[in-house]
């Protein structure tokens, strides 16, 4: 079946570092990822939607300049956090949706970040 | 605009025993309707889907669901509960504005042995 890799798994930084979280769909090509943040005991909520080769979409309250995301090949995304704050600290988790299977949404296994 | 709405955020069964975990959903049109689950510090796995075809929809571990349109539910069981089913569960619903995943706020399955 259909495979998102998301790595890396974990990370911890500090304060003000910028960091990369990559989804790659391995074996389908993700003409749209879907990234999402869910913190402590709450639900997933959409960040971001992003297709391959244009400008990713933000939801209302979500900073562009923030959480920089890049689509530019149908197997790869990346999310970086710039400028990361401990407020920051979520999982981060990706879902990739390849048009051919519209109901088709696989989800990579999540990255823990950790702002100190 | 799409919803679900989990009505609980917590059960708790015991080992053996059914599970029932309820969901509601609103839609403007028939939905795509989903059941996640998160096992801690885990990604999420697919349970199961229904996309129009049968309304009870069998899923993976003996999870199954039932579509029901005259009660817009899509309530998840299982007969008997097992200690490994102890997780974070979430009712999905397809439809968002950018073609993504609405998430319920999650019921946590808890097992008694």
């Known amino acids: 079946g259909a495979v998102v890799s998301q790595h890396p798994s974990r990370v911890i930084c500090k304060s003000g570092t910028s960091v990369k979280i990559e989804c790659r769909s391995l074996d389908f090509q993700a003409t749209t990822m879907f990234w999402y943040r869910q913190f402590p005991k709450q639900s997933l909520m959409l960040m971001a939607t992003s297709n391959e080769g244009s400008k990713a979409t933000y939801e209302q309250g979500v900073e562009k300049d923030k959480f920089l995301i890049n689509h530019a090949s149908l197997t790869l995304s990346t999310l970086t956090v710039t400028s990361a704050h401990p407020e920051d600290s979520s999982f981060y988790i990706c879902?990739?949706?390849?048009?051919?299977?519209?109901?088709?949404?696989?989800f990579g296994s999540g990255t823990r970040l950790t702002v100190v | 605009a799409q919803s679900v709405t989990q009505l609980d955020s917590h059960v708790s069964v015991s080992e053996g025993t059914p599970v029932l975990l309820r969901c509601n959903y609103s839609?403007?049109?028939?939905?795509?309707l989903f059941w996640y689950v998160q096992h801690p510090n885990k990604g999420l796995q697919l349970l199961l889907k229904?996309?129009?075809?049968?309304?009870l929809v069998k899923g993976i571990n003996g999870f199954e669901a039932e579509f029901k349109k005259s009660e817009t539910s899509f309530h998840l069981t299982k007969p008997s509960a097992h200690m490994s089913d102890a997780a974070e569960y979430f009712c999905v619903v397809s439809g968002g504005s950018q073609g993504n995943l609405i998430f319920g706020k999650g019921t946590k399955l808890s097992v008694k042995p």
């Open positions: 879902s990739a949706r390849e048009d051919r299977a519209y109901y088709g949404y696989t």
């Open positions: 839609s403007s049109y028939s939905p795509s």
């Open positions: 229904y996309t129009s075809a049968a309304t």
